[in-house]
Each structure stands twice: as C-alpha cells, then as structure tokens.
C-alpha cells in the first residue's frame, strides 16, 4: 500500500530534477538554432522608415507607414500552427530618438509589448537595429556613428537583460560601408565587435544569450569572404546572419524597372529579370551557397541565419517557380546542421513586394507555399545532403540566364576548365574567356593565355585550360566573345584538385517532380 505513494514521490523528484537541469545545462549556439526551427519576418512594421520624417510620437504611425495593420497578439499564435518557431522583429529606431541617442520610452515600451507575444507564444524572437544602418540614416556613416550605436545597444540590452534565451540580439541588418569601391571590412567587424561587448557587458542573461553578427551588405557572396571577421565573443555564443535573395534577378528585380550597367565601352546594358526558376545551374549554384556557409562559418563552429528570403510576388514571376524556390531554399538551409532560414513578408498587397501570408484574416495567399512550410517545420522534406555525391568533377550543358555556361564554384580549388563548343562556320576566328572572380570578391573578366578557337572547318572541339596556379573564386562562366554569333557551348567541365561533393540535380528534380505534381492536386 506504499507503492503508490513511493511511485508519485519519486516522479516529482524527477520532475524538479528535469527543471534544475534545464536551467543549469545550457544549451550553445548551435542547439539553439537548431531548436530555432524555420523563421518569419513580422516585415514592413517596426522596421518601416522614411529619411523625410524626423521624429514621431505615436508608434502606430511608424508600424502602419508601409501599409500594414497594427500587430496584435493573435499573429504570432497564428504564425506558430504553420511549422514556424521564430519571429524575427526588424526595428527602425531612428524615428523615436533624439540626436544624443535617447530611445523615447513610448516606442521601448511598445517594441517590449510586442516581444513578450511572442514569447508568450513559445517562440524564439529576434530583435535587431534594421533601417537605421540604409536609407542615409545615422548608422549608414560607420564608425562615426560608433557611440550611438554602443548607447542605443545599451539602453536595448539594459532594457530585455532578465528575458530568457528565447529572445536573441542581432546587430544590425544590412550595412554597406566601403572605402571607394571595396567594401570595408575592418568599419563592419569594429561595429560587430561594439555590439558583442555591450550587450555581453550589460550583465544578467545577457552574458550568455545567442547573438547574431551581420555579414557584409546582407550579401551571402560579400560576406562568405576571406577579408569578413568574426568578432571576439567570450561566451562562444555567436552566429552570422545575411540575407539570401540569389539569384536576385529573379527573387527581387521586377519586369518594368529592369537593372542597368556599364559595359566595358561604357554603354548601358540591360539586364531584364527573369520568371522562372529552377535551372541545373540555379540549383548548383544554390547548394554551392549553403556549402560556402558550411565551410566559411559552420565548420568554424558559428551556426548561421539567413535572415531574409523571399521572392517578390507582385510582379511576372511564375508561380510554380515562386513555390518550388522556397521550398528548395528552406529545404537546403535545414538539410545542413546549424542554419536557419527566414522568410521575409510584407503581408499587404497593396503596399508590399513580397506578400505571403495575410495577418488580418489568418489565411496564406498561395496554400502550396503554406503547406510547404509545414511540412518542412516537420522534417517532411527532401534533404539536399540525401542527393549528393563526391566527385573531382562538376559538368553542366545548360546555359545559364546570361546565355553562357557556368558552374558554381565556390572555394573550390580548380584544376582544369574543360569546355565543348560547335563552330557552325569554316575559317572563323572565335575568342573566348571566362567571367570568375578573386578570393577578395572582385569580379572580372580574363581571356586564358594562348586560349583561341580558330579552326579551319565546321565542327564541335573540345577546349582544354590548365588553371592550377590560377586564383579563381566563387563562379567560372565561359563566354564567347568575337564572331559568338558562330559558335554554340555544347558543356562545360570544371577539374578540381581534390574531391568534392556535388548534387545529383537529375535525380532530385524527378523525385521533386513527383512529389510537387502530388502536392498540386
């Protein structure tokens, strides 16, 4: 007749075991990405700006200036049943401070009201300083804004030092300084540095909370760079954020305003978006991505954000293109331990570019994009890493969205560059040379010495380049240059010095296939 009672006892010791463990086992960084699950970007709200407005006094003029609602409470329990567990809050804060860096205790106080629905509905939150580092505001001017910047962290820090780790601090969201025309590394990690140490200064769960460090521009290429640094962090609790809009001619250039450059006779060339996405080259460029953040950050020990993803969808893109591209993106992000992957929404049609899910009435404007997500928060996805295969080769015979063939490369060390090409005329003189860049992220365009395809008749010819002591970077792209209108790529092989993995494109696009076809009905 003591059974039960022994039976019940030694349950509740176990229970108040279990709770003095959790509290005193802490997790690191990288478990508390993992835990972080898939994100979702409260977009066009705290994080609205306009350089023109000074000051405001109402913080629901600021929340509604881009054209969404108020947020309310029920958002973030809404957001939750669709497989998302964090919700990044993007905050301008330049409208409610005076010069000296003062936050107004109005705004503070309504940034906290916010923070703590979302805790309250068991998700991770990340706070960050958003537009005030664009637009022309403050902290665009780098260093000279340094001690604003330390005192706005200060008072952010002072302000949520007792949340628990579910709240997470990010820096800042995207920064552009350069010195001329490089970017300027050395402004990025001073800042970085600033911000780690004021917040880890500041005390009480702050000492040890998960704090993300912006990369370079938001730009995954930028900030995947050797002349990028990690700021010094005596509680190992760091991870890298960046944004994740590639290739950007199709998630975020529209049909009507096209992008524009010089060429290298100094005219305007245009280079239209396109609609439609899901290429080999698209999806090997996609995988070498999230292997340059494996290698440049993961590998290192730092788990990585990517902060931002998204496709505008208030524009010509094709809307299978727009499903399939999130579904691969999030699918790759979680197929590597440690990276978690953040859809940006700015809700309103009216107003915003790209619009996912609609806050007022709780519904999804596309349900494949909703279900997609759900499945993915469950684990019911394909895993790139399941597609992957080792090799000292990578060969494609597609051309890419600028008419060429290319390969993904990342900081693979190339061997040899192998291509194949019809010649459709005798006696023509045909020059060729590759689009690439340096280990610094400059891009240019070389010709190989001794590269030149004249032949005396029709016919296809295989090219063969030794560049082992060349120093090629982040992408090889074979272009045709003078009589180009006579020849056609047929393939192009890149040789590596050492193996490699590389993705089965064929046989993930037919299981994707599959499965999508399944999905649609």
């Known amino acids: 007749m003591y059974i039960l009672p022994l039976i019940l006892l030694f349950v509740i010791c176990i229970s108040i075991l279990i709770d003095y463990l959790s509290i005193k086992i802490k997790k690191n960084a990288f478990q508390i990405v993992e835990d972080m699950g898939i994100g979702w970007n409260l977009a066009n709200s705290f994080d609205c700006a306009n350089i023109e407005i000074k000051t405001m006094t109402n913080p629901d003029q600021q929340l509604t200036l881009f054209g969404n609602e108020v947020p309310t409470k029920q958002i973030f329990t809404s957001i939750k049943k669709y497989g998302f567990k964090t919700v990044r809050i993007p905050i301008t804060w330049t409208h409610f401070m005076d010069e000296s860096g003062t936050v107004n205790p109005v ?55 007792n949340y628990n780790e579910y709240l997470i601090f990010e820096s800042m969201n995207q920064v552009e300084y350069k010195i001329g025309d490089n970017y300027d590394y050395i402004t990025l990690l001073n800042l970085n540095q600033a911000f780690v140490d004021t917040v880890r200064n500041t005390g009480g769960k702050n000492a040890e909370r998960l704090l993300i460090v912006v990369g370079m521009n938001g730009d995954p290429n930028f900030t995947c760079a ?6 010094i962090d005596p509680s190992k609790k760091l991870a890298i954020s960046c944004f994740f809009f590639e290739p950007g001619r199709f998630t975020i250039e529209t049909y009507d305003n096209p992008w524009t450059y010089y060429d290298a006779d100094g005219k305007i060339q245009i280079s239209p978006s396109i609609n ?52 691969s993106v999030f699918s790759v992000a979680k197929s590597f331990y440690g990276i978690m992957p953040c859809l940006f929404d700015t809700s309103d049609k009216k107003y915003g570019p790209l619009n996912y899910y609609d806050r007022v009435n709780d519904k999804w404007y596309d349900e494949v994009i909703r279900d997609n997500f759900i499945k993915i928060s469950k684990g019911d ?29 990342g900081k693979k060390k190339i061997k040899k560059i192998i291509f194949n090409v019809r010649i459709s005329i005798s006696n023509i003189y045909v020059n060729f040379g590759f689009l690439t860049n340096n280990k610094k992220g400059f891009y240019f365009t070389e010709q190989v010495d001794g590269f030149l395809g004249k ?67």
Request: net charge neutral; proline share 1%.
């Open 276 to 327: 439609k996405w899901g290429t080999e080259y698209q999806y090997k460029e996609l995988y070498v991505f999230f292997q340059n953040f494996k290698d440049m950050f993961i590998d290192k020990g730092y788990p990585v954000i990517i902060s931002q993803i998204g496709v505008i969808t208030e524009d010509k893109k094709e809307i299978n293109s727009i499903r399939e591209y999130l579904y």
């Open 455 to 521: 032949k005396n008749f029709d016919g296809s010819y295989t090219y063969t380049v030794d560049v082992s002591k060349k120093d090629y970077n982040d992408y090889i792209e074979v272009q045709k240059w003078w009589n180009k209108e006579y020849s056609t790529f047929n393939y192009l092989t890149i040789e590596y010095e050492n193996e490699y993995t590389f993705l089965n494109y064929t046989e993930f696009k037919r299981v994707y296939n599959n499965l999508y076809s399944l999905s649609e009905k």
């Open 381 to 409: 996805f394909l895993k790139f890493t399941d597609f992957s295969y080792y090799s000292n080769k990578d060969t494609v015979n597609n051309i890419n969205e600028n008419g060429y063939l290319a390969i993904k490369i």
């Open 226 to 231: 050797p002349l990028y640094k990690i700021p």
């Open 107 to 161: 705004w503070m106080n309504r940034v906290k009201e916010v923070v703590n629905w979302v805790l309250k509905a068991k998700l991770y939150c990340i706070i960050n300083i958003d537009k005030d580092g664009s637009l022309g505001f403050w902290l665009s001017q780098g260093l000279s804004s340094k001690d604003k910047f330390i005192y706005l962290w200060t008072q952010i820090a002072k302000e949520f030092k």
